[in-house]
Nanobody
Framework: QVQLVESGGGVVQAGGSLRLSCAAS????????LGWFRQAPGKEREFVAA????????YYADSVKGRFTISRDNAKNTLYLQMSTLKPEDTAVYYC???????????????????WGQGTQVTVSS
């Protein structure tokens, strides 16, 4: 089993930056594929970014490419999302997710993840 706890959310002005963290426990961190997803009121949960275990490759939604950076620190069992040049449309609850890496994992698909944090609110004011 994996437990995930997000932190770092808050209120920031448009154009500002924010760094989210996700602390993991309960399973060997280095073997997990990890992702960030977000959900705005009345909308579906959407993919933001992910990082694989097998290759360390990173993946980003088109809407955040060039602005967000995902990284992981295996020694600290922590996942990060550095968000820059934030826009009001980035406002959402952000969730981290984890899954035991497997051959058929679709790293962009939320339904393929078994473990989720409770979310952290990010609000970007105009």
């Amino acid at each position: 089993q994996v437990q995930l706890v997000e932190s770092g959310g808050g209120v920031v002005q448009a154009g500002g930056s924010l760094r989210l963290s996700c602390a993991a426990s309960g399973r060997t961190f280095s073997t997990l594929s990890l992702g960030w997803f977000r959900q705005a009121p009345g909308k579906e949960r959407e993919f933001v970014a992910a990082i694989s275990w097998s290759s360390g490759n990173t993946y980003y939604a088109d809407s955040v490419k060039g602005r967000f950076t995902i990284s992981r620190d295996n020694a600290k069992n922590t996942l990060y999302l550095q968000m820059s040049t934030l826009k009001p449309e980035d406002t959402a609850v952000y969730y981290c997710a984890a899954e035991k890496s497997r051959w058929d994992l679709n790293i962009r698909q939320p339904n393929d993840y078994d473990y989720w944090g409770q979310g952290t609110q990010v609000t970007v004011s105009s």
